[in-house]
């Protein structure tokens, strides 16, 4: 009998991580064929994106023998994390946000909307809906931009 040469640990990570992905591809694309909501779209785009975690899941005992999952987790979170690495991450966060801000403005060509105090500090503070004021209103959808005219509802 031929004995079976078995994949390393990694490869066979990557290789169940494409599939699980590839499937929940042809899923979604499946899903916007027949016409699924987008809410149930944007479910399963959402689930394609964790493919990997989901085979770290299935391959866990393989690629880590003799290791609990919950001593994993446990090892991964117990380092303190420096306040330099966290300012650094929070100022790339800041600047991705703001680029896009400036990138976005700039090609709907609604540079003074995007990058006023007032846009970037709601950008901040606000977290839902609109302000009680402007909750009676939305704005009119023409074509690829939206339109300047405040419809009352």
């Known amino acids: 009998m031929k004995k079976r040469k078995s994949l390393k640990p990694l490869t066979s990570f990557i290789i169940l991580s494409y599939i699980i992905f590839f499937v929940l591809f042809i899923v979604i694309g499946i899903s916007m064929v027949l016409g699924a909501p987008k809410s149930i779209i944007n479910i399963l785009q959402i689930t394609?994106?964790?493919?990997?975690?989901?085979?770290?899941?299935?391959?866990?005992?393989?690629?880590?023998?003799?290791?609990?999952?919950?001593?994993?987790v446990k090892a991964q979170f117990s380092p303190r994390i420096n306040f330099s690495v966290f300012s650094t991450v929070v100022m790339i966060q800041i600047i991705i946000t703001a680029v896009t801000i400036f990138l976005l403005s700039h090609t709907n060509d609604t540079q003074h909307l995007a990058i006023s105090l007032t846009s970037l500090g709601l950008l901040l503070v606000a977290k839902g809906g609109a302000p009680k004021p402007l909750a009676n209103f939305h704005f009119v959808r023409v074509g690829k931009f939206t339109d300047s005219r405040i419809q009352q509802k």
């Open 48 to 72: 394609s994106a964790w493919s990997s975690d989901f085979a770290l899941a299935i391959l866990f005992k393989k690629i880590f023998p003799g290791l609990r999952f919950k001593d994993f």
